[in-house]
């Protein structure tokens, strides 16, 4: 966060370490040799700057400044060596997250990446045209758009790097595998939006899923809570089952010949990994700086965000 200027250093000082940030994908991303676990847990940082960035953009009401950083942000995402000394220490951060992840794998893993990255950076564009209008999304509608605002396919796709092998089409799309994926990836954004629901209450949000089940279904706080808490246990009960037919699927891809044995490793090692997301989300909701909105002078605003937009007040 120095190095790239993402935060000004007295917050830095103050508040980076309680963050928490980069703990969370240590957490998560277990196996993984030391520079793929670094990129991650940098690009980890980045995106909860970003996250940040956005938030201010729309709570001072700056759609020009976002609508600039939405356009770098894609350029950056396909020509992430062009962007490494751009103006903005957001878009500049981002490249070069982009450059060290993109030299773990294939291309074609690149490109995966990116195409699943653009689709996050125009959902981020959705709710931020949500929010200056006041739409409150419908369940259904919300928890459309927070697969991707939560970015549930790059954190699923940054498995594979951890593993030291990229999973073709027929195994990262078997039916096994995406259940396993999508419940451990659903657990984090439920129990994110049940944790941050004061903060969101109090910053005037409207994306929370609790936000949603109180317009939309006519819940009370204290009964969309429940809700949500209902639907994460769910997530975490379900998962126990998907997890035991992804191993399983592991198991079968091992058949005698190298590749199998390979794949069926890697597969195994994404599949453990998935379960760690439910730890790790656990941890960090409680243990980080983020959600502590009881300590805040003002409620609304956290305090180690920065309030100005690149070049403007």
């Known amino acids: ?46 995106f909860f700057v970003w996250d940040d960035r956005h938030d201010r953009d729309i709570v001072h009401r700056r759609p020009a400044a976002w609508r600039r950083l939405r356009f770098h942000l894609h350029g950056a995402l396909d020509s ?6 751009h103006q903005d220490p957001l878009v500049a951060a ?6 060290r992840l993109y030299s773990f794998l294939p291309g074609t893993w690149n490109a995966r990446f990116a195409r699943h990255f653009h689709a996050v950076i125009e959902a981020y564009d959705r709710e931020f045209h ?19 605002t939560f970015a549930h396919r790059i954190w699923t796709d940054l498995l594979e790097p951890s593993a030291g ?26 129990y ?15 994306h929370n899923l609790g936000i949603s089940l109180i317009k939309h279904e006519g819940l009370t706080l204290e009964e969309a809570i429940v809700e949500v808490r209902r639907r994460v246990e ?17 198991d079968f891809l091992d058949d005698g010949t190298v590749r199998g044995k390979e794949l069926s490793a890697a597969v195994m090692a994404c599949v453990c990994n998935m379960r760690n997301w439910f730890s790790a989300v656990y941890w960090f909701h409680h243990e980080s700086g ?13 305090p180690y965000v920065n309030n100005e937009a690149a070049g403007e007040k």
Request: glycine share 2%; net charge negative; proline share 5%.
């Open 234 to 250: 769910k997530c975490i009960s379900e998962f126990v089952v998907a997890e035991r037919s992804a191993l399983r699927f592991a």
């Open 80 to 85: 992430p060596r062009r962007h490494l000394h």
């Open 290 to 302: 983020r959600y502590m909105v009881d300590s805040w002078d003002d409620r609304s605003t956290p």
């Open 1 to 46: 966060m120095l190095e790239k200027r993402l935060m000004p250093a007295d917050k830095v000082e103050e508040y980076a370490d309680r963050l928490c940030y980069t703990d969370l994908m240590a957490g998560y991303y277990l196996g993984a040799p030391d520079e793929v676990l670094q990129a991650i847990a940098d690009y980890s940082a980045w």
């Open 165 to 190: 092998c990229e999973l073709p089409d027929i195994v990262r799309k078997h039916p096994a595998y995406r259940r396993a994926a999508l419940l451990s990836q659903e657990f984090a954004a439920w």
């Open 192 to 206: 994110n939006d049940l944790c941050s629901l004061p903060k969101e209450i109090a910053g005037d949000d409207v």
């Open 94 to 99: 981002f490249a070069d997250s982009m450059v």
């Open 130 to 148: 949500n929010r200056t209008e006041g739409v409150i999304p419908t369940v259904e509608e919300y928890l459309e758009l927070r697969r991707l």
